[in-house]
């Protein structure tokens, strides 16, 4: 993979991600209500079709435009200008209260799990953090903790190097809890530094692998009270509807404390975290936009807004 | 979920009875109903509207039936609409006539391509064809040692790419390797990428005019969300694709983005991955999908994987017992050898409607390994003990535990986790097995 340092800001980043997502949908919210030169039903019936589109979710976007039409009947929204700013302002507000990036010490150890569903990018985001901490003077180590799925140890290993970091692992197939325990060791005995334990993917129906996340967790806090600082769930922007109930049982099995949103670089706005925000509050990280090392950005509710209503071109 | 929306609609359609036909006007808020479950299972926003207009012309002028549930009646005429649209029959692979016939899997990052190649060539080597593998993702770290390390399990034939960095190329290498050794078929496992990402769909292009595949298959995850159709869609417009496989499904994702896909591109569903091990790939079912869509649960798929795994004649016993609550340790001994043989139990239980939400289960999905020791436990007990568990006590459970190398505690969490289980098996009996047995739907 080429690792060329282009440092383009996020906004742009994101900016220019989702530009591309544009030229496949038709219109777009803001062309839509700029379109429409007065309130209709015409104009909710395309504003409904853009949040469900963006995977906001089919209750919560009738939530959202009902109280539009609240505001409408109470003369408090009066053009489609204004409307627009109003449900701009309602979910921007709802992912504020969950905007929260990490900020992590550099007197202490700090201890990072990522977990999540198959392939919702676990490790790559696990790499890009070990590079953004590096960069800002963090030692840090991974573990490697997916000794399931072949190959997944060799992948890690590859993000280490590429990052500059240590990697603790053991063979494939080792227990998972051993190599957390082993990391644990032997970073008591060291200096303050980050640890960001890489899980295997699991779905969150299956219990016997929740068990096992479970496991690991509780051998780092025994190893090390207080550990894990940061429990980060990270979630495929690509999910639909699915992503509450992966939020939730992740959330319910060894709580979660930080949410990571990957692949906002491809053609879905991951409008499905507006829901989880709200109905959850789980404090919202960092965002994925592309494969390569830098491209991990923290969370931020205005840029995401207005990514997800962005006017075309 | 297929309780709740049947639940919703037979409230609506109470009000309804007496009034004899459907129409526009008092079907509406059961539309209404159905079109938030299609749209909350991630079917797209357009699939759904298009199907919400089909079905209303359907149900109009239904008479509302007294005896059964006008609700379940509508269910009934969605579940079936849905099951045509997905195409009624299942779909096979095509080799087409050249040797080695290659089968190319593409998809975004993260959707399951190599796993699938995997299975995909375990199936193909079922079938008695010699089957070659090769990855051309050069960009994801270590993607060629996994499909190299899975595909050795399976005893397939890998190509070796050491020192090559262009995927062109090394499908062309791998095509000739893969000729030159006489095998029958080549799987090709593509590096993950956006569908808007041009120079790698051009890539793309290029192993496909290449290769000439008999087979481009699609490979999309069950969780995908309302864009499923857009990338699915550019795919096919830039590679045309023969047939989409569907990953994932052994998790709770309803799975909507299967009939978008089916819907909007047209193309077959050829198969379903349910879950990590290499031999969870089945044939996929339009109907059971329908089911799923409409969160019914896979009624089908579980009377299946039950016909196959369990001996019938134990199982009539079983039911038997059941009914009069009988069911012992030795029954339990005897169910886990047949539980072991039809995947996890949580699966399999899953599968039944309704029961995700039992709590009871949260605490008795034992893995594989765990099977092993609860059997240890149960073969450590007298057969008296095993007959009626009530006389396993305080210093009984201690030589339990010893006799069987486990703990105490373990023992009291089985002999707790077979009360729960008895009190559950009480209520799949309240009807639930016999119309299993019949193969139905509970409508
Ligand atoms: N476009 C894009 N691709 C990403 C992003 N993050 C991860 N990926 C890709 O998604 C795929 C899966 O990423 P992994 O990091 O291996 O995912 P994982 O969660 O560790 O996967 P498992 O361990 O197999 O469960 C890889 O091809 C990554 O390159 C992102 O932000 N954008
Ligand atoms: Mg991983």
Redesign the interface.
Known sequence: MEEKNEKKGFFERLKSGLSKTRKLLMTDVDDIILGSKQIDQALFDELEERLIVADVGPSFTAELIESLREKVKRKELSSPEILRTALRETMRDILLKNEAPLVIPHDKIYTIMAVGVNGSGKTTTTGKMAHNFKEEGHQVTLVAADTFRAAAVEQLDLWAKRAGVKIVRQAENADPAAVVYDAMRIAREGKPEVIIVDTAGRLHTKTNLMEELKKMKRIMEREMPGAPDEVLLVLDATTGQNAIAQARMFQDAIGVTGLILTKLDGTSKGGVVVRIAKELGIPLRYIGVGEKIDDLQPFRAEAFVDALFETNH | MFENLSDKLDVIFRKLKGKGRLDEENIQSALREI??AL????VN?RVVRDFIEEVKQRAVGQEVIESITPGQQVVKIVHERLIELMGTTTSQLRFGGRIPAPIMLVG?????KTTTAVKLARHVAAGNKRVYLVSADV?????M??L???GEKIGAGIFDAAGLTDPVEICRLAVEEARRGGYEVIIVDTAGR???DAPMMEELKKIKSLIIPAEILFVA?A??????V??AG?FDELLGIDGVIMT?M?????G??ALSLRAVIGKPIKFAGAG?KIDALEVFHPERMASRILGMGDVLTLVEKAKEAVDLKQQKELEKKLRKNEFTLEDLRTQMNQISKMG?L?DVI?MLPGM?KIKA??EM???ER?LVRLGAIIDSMTPVERRNYLIIDGSRRKRIARGSGTTVQEVNTLLKNYVEMRKLMKRFTKGGIKSLRRGNFPF
């Open positions: 079109r938030i749209l909350e299972a991630d926003f975004l990052q993260g959707c399951g960009y994801r770290p270590a993607a040692e996994q190299k390390v899975m956006l569908a808007i995850d969780m995908t969300g309302q864009d499923a857009n990338v550019r994932k052994d998790g709770d994702a309803r909507g983005a990590e996890p949580e899953g995700k289960l949260k999905k034992p893995d765990e």
